[in-house]
């Protein structure tokens, strides 16, 4: 079941502490996409970000090296 082509989280607790508190629950919602930290540079993370549904960048975009790297970093 955890490969199936979706996953819905429902939780009870909000994330009140911190955006990081997230941090536990990516395995259970994002594939890993390992090869995706040599496209993280300034200028192809803009190309990610912008990426149309359904494209290999959007698959970027929600792996957990992105969303580990570029939304839950402690500098963002």
């Given at each position: 079941?955890?490969?199936?082509?979706?996953?819905?989280?429902?939780?009870?607790?909000?994330?009140?502490n911190d955006v990081r508190d997230f941090l536990g629950y990516i395995g259970l919602l994002l594939r890993s996409n390992p090869a995706?930290?040599?496209t993280f540079t300034s200028s192809r993370v803009r190309q990610i970000v912008e990426a149309p549904p359904g494209t290999e960048d959007?698959?970027?975009l929600c792996s957990?090296?992105?969303?580990?790297?570029?939304?839950?970093?402690?500098?963002?």
């Open positions: 079941w955890l490969r199936a082509g979706f996953r819905i989280l429902l939780t009870a607790t909000p994330f009140y995706a930290k040599a959007e698959r970027l957990q090296e992105f969303v580990t790297k570029h939304i839950l970093s402690k500098e963002v």
